[in-house]
């Protein structure tokens, strides 16, 4: 392809229904111009003084946002992948030996984490990247509404201290990536106080929905973690690319990543000066924070709250659409804004999970929508993440057109090959 805007993946389309991404927005693009004219590096503060305070704000208002302690450490990275990395090298660094950074983990008891089989693979890298090795996190069974079983997770940790194991950690996911369902925090939490374990929550996508007054109860619990990742680039529709990391004793965040060379030791001495490179991996860094502090001076708390609202209402009515569809079935009804379902065979000589995966492909071939197949107990189905505030429910009525096309296509092509392709 020779043009650049026609070989892209249009996610600000309402007719994206991908990977979870917020679709960014207009004053984000602004500000990315006025970032990459400034070209400022933000590790230390008397390099980049305004990008350093306006991160400190930033922090602040997330933090306000989902009702986390203000007070708490943070600093923005790439995205949930890195995010997950550091918290879970924090959790390692307070819970797990006392001197690992000298003498790494080779002569400390195996430590554990636990976490849904729901949750994100990027911790499973973190885990390996850590060296705390991906046997040791601990996969707890999911019920029946996908999230974490506490009674196995408990049992688990019990077993676990019992064979000589170290646990360490619990981490809660506010909004799984494949159904969009939220952990009990305050159960989770009453066990990790419990057994003096570290609470981690994965908020990367569901967490902003915590700001919402409706929707308060379902995160009941996680402001007492100790640790919260947030992505604002996925539900506070901020551009590529921006990850929050939040860390309720700022010092533990400090403790685990500063270490600063002898041509870094310069403008350090004013006390109200915090250098970005102390709470993080890394030390060259843009100034992420300024599309975010854009976003939020802008369209203001209000306006990005009501638009999360209508994401989850527009799950909704997908939900209720294809309920009452008789070539569907739905897997789950949405707790926040991701749903699952799946086309059902109407001549019967096709398997479901056969179908629903050809109807991916033909998805991507057709190109008037864009969404991504997951497995739900082992089987291919459809997935729709509903994060775009300029989506309507006109748009949605207009996704299960097209899909009620390409079903139909794609089983009787299906049904015209021989039976050894079931």
Same mark, same amino acid.
């Given at each position: 392809?020779?043009?650049? $805007?026609?070989?892209? *993946? /249009? ?18 693009? #602004? ?7 400034? +070209?400022q590096?933000?590790?230390?503060w ?17 933090s306000? /946002? ?7 450490? @943070? ?12 918290n ?8 797990g030996?006392?001197? $690992?950074? %000298?003498?790494?983990?080779? *002569? ?15 911790i ?33 940790? *019990?077993?676990? /201290? ?17 159904t969009?369902?939220?952990d ?9 106080k419990?057994?003096?374990?570290w ?13 919402? +007054?409706?929707?308060? +109860? ?14 604002p ?9 921006v ?15 500063? &270490?600063?060379?002898?041509? &870094?030791m ?21 100034f ?19 638009a ?39 001549? @019967? ?10 109807? #991916? ?22 997935? #729709? ?14 996704? $299960?057109?097209?899909? %009620? ?11 015209n ?6």
């Amino acid at each position: 392809e020779k043009n650049l $805007i026609e070989a892209s *993946n /249009f996610n600000p389309s309402p007719n994206y229904y991908g990977y979870i991404t917020g679709g960014g927005n207009q004053i984000g693009i #602004i500000a990315e111009y006025i970032k990459a004219a400034l +070209n400022q590096n933000n590790l230390k503060w008397h390099s980049a003084p305004a990008n350093s305070e306006i991160e400190k704000i930033v922090i602040e208002w997330i933090s306000e /946002f989902i009702g986390y302690n203000q007070k708490c450490g @943070g600093v923005l990275v790439s995205g949930g992948s890195v995010a997950n990395l550091m918290n879970i090298a924090v959790m390692r660094k307070v819970k797990g030996g006392k001197k $690992i950074r %000298e003498k790494g983990i080779y *002569n400390e008891e195996v430590m554990r984490v636990y976490v849904s089989e729901e949750g994100h693979s990027s911790i499973d890298k973190a885990m390996d990247i850590l060296g705390l090795g991906s046997e040791n996190l601990v996969k707890v069974k999911r019920d029946e509404n996908f999230k974490i079983q506490i009674k196995e997770l408990e049992k688990k940790i *019990n077993n676990d /201290f019992k064979s000589g194991f170290k646990p360490i950690g619990v981490i809660g996911i506010a909004g799984t990536t494949n159904t969009g369902s939220v952990d009990p925090m305050n159960e989770i939490f009453k066990i990790c106080k419990k057994f003096d374990l570290w609470f981690m929550v994965d908020a990367a996508y569901g967490g902003p929905a915590a700001g919402l +007054n409706e929707y308060k +109860n379902l995160f009941k619990g996680m402001e007492k973690a100790d640790s919260i990742l947030l992505n604002p680039h996925k539900w506070m529709f901020v551009p590529f690319e921006v990850a929050c990391v939040l860390v309720k004793n700022q010092q533990q965040l400090k403790n685990t990543f500063s &270490l600063i060379p002898e041509y &870094l030791m310069g403008g350090t001495d004013i006390e109200e000066r915090e250098d970005l490179m102390n709470y993080s991996i890394q030390l060259s860094k843009d100034f992420k924070a300024l599309k975010v502090w854009m976003t939020i001076e802008v369209f203001g708390h209000s306006t990005i709250s009501n638009a999360i609202k209508n994401d989850i209402e527009i799950a909704l009515y997908a939900y209720e659409k294809i309920k009452n569809n008789k070539l569907f079935k739905p897997l789950h009804k949405p707790e926040l804004s991701i749903f699952c379902f799946k086309y059902i065979s109407k001549l @019967g000589n096709v398997s479901d999970d056969v179908l629903n995966k050809k109807i #991916i492909e033909e998805i991507e071939k057709d190109g008037r929508i864009f969404l991504s197949g997951t497995k739900i107990n082992n089987e291919n189905v459809l997935r #729709i993440n509903c994060i775009n505030y300029r989506r309507k429910r006109e748009d949605i009525d207009f996704l $299960i057109k097209v899909l %009620e096309e390409l079903g139909s296509k794609a089983e009787k092509e299906l049904s015209n090959l021989p039976l050894k392709n079931f």
